[in-house]
């Protein structure tokens, strides 16, 4: 078991320091970019959308700048320099940025569900502060369902090295608090965010299908807000969960028959968890404007209301 355990780690080793180090490449400077925007372009702007991005590139931010020590643990063999207090906070950091960002662009799809239902209802009585209360109740939600990783989280000595690791798995230690806790992250902090965008975005879909009226801005506008959340659960939210969890109940009932391909599995979704920051600056494509014509310049449609009010 040691020697099929070693060749999965070895699969790990190879994989995570690269995947991070462009992760980290890709997402800093994709939400410096966002949150420069935002600040100079966006600043007489700021929409429900506009501050509910703000808040998802802020959370990508803080956690992109924990990545050069996992980049320095996985490129030393899984060797932690850092400590235990600096690994309980980078797990702490990389479970909120998780469901912050689930949690927002649940918030999200809500928030252009309810624009697109009732149009006339969202200008006369949705205001910027109430995407604002709404960004601090999710924090706060986020920070209170992370704080048991503070808890379970430790570095872990081996003959060789020192682990940063979710839980130090130890022959006398119950591991079932543990699992539990991961399992109510998934239905909790995937699931429920999961259907809720989903629902939001079925009706979404029906809306913009049954409108003859809304344009085709608009509606590129929609389609990207969209395709950008489905990609993000199918790959980055969805693979990650299924797969720690099954790992997880493997560990536990069949300690005995480890499963590599599940546990390389597992590592392939870590690294497409923290995909999301990069793609993140696409969903910021859809919901204020300046981002959008920075990449891709202006629509046709665009120049041609621009040019009327000339």
């Not at 920075?294 to 209301?305: P, V």
């Amino acid at each position: 078991m040691e020697q099929n355990f070693s060749a999965c780690e070895s699969f790990q080793i190879a994989l995570l320091p690269a995947m991070y180090s462009i992760e980290f490449i890709v997402a800093l400077a994709g939400n410096l970019f966002a949150v420069w925007l935002l600040v100079v372009r966006e600043r007489k702007n700021w929409h429900t959308g506009v501050v509910l991005s703000c808040n998802l590139a802020i959370s990508d931010l803080l956690y992109v700048l924990t990545l050069p020590l996992l980049i320095v643990y996985y490129f030393l063999e899984k060797h932690w320099l850092f400590g235990n207090p600096v690994c309980k906070i980078e797990k702490f950091l990389f479970t909120c940025n998780l469901y912050v960002s689930t949690f927002f662009i649940m918030a999200i799809s809500v928030n252009r569900c309810v624009a697109l239902m009732w149009p006339f209802f969202t200008r006369s009585h949705i205001r910027p502060y109430h995407a604002k209360a709404v960004s601090v109740v999710i924090w706060i939600l986020v920070a209170l369902i992370s704080c048991p990783v503070l808890k379970f989280a430790s570095v872990c000595p081996t003959k060789n090295s020192t682990l940063c690791v979710s839980f130090c798995t130890q022959p006398e230690v119950d591991e079932t608090p543990h699992v539990t806790y991961k399992m109510f992250l998934a239905v909790f902090g995937c699931l429920v965010p999961f259907l809720v965008t989903f629902t939001s975005y079925c009706v979404v879909i029906w809306v913009v299908w049954k409108n003859v009226s809304i344009t085709t801005l608009e509606k590129r506008k929609v389609a990207l807000l969209v395709t950008s959340a489905l990609v993000l659960y199918t790959i980055s939210f969805v693979p990650y969960h299924v797969f720690q969890n099954y790992h997880l109940y493997l560990k536990i009932h069949y300690p005995n028959n480890f499963a590599c391909w599940v546990y390389n599995m597992y590592q392939v979704s870590k690294g497409l968890a923290t995909l999301n920051m990069c793609i993140h600056p696409i969903l910021y494509m859809a919901l204020f404007d300046s981002i959008r014509v920075a990449c891709c310049g202006k629509s046709q449609e665009e120049d041609y209301k621009g040019g009327i009010r000339k």
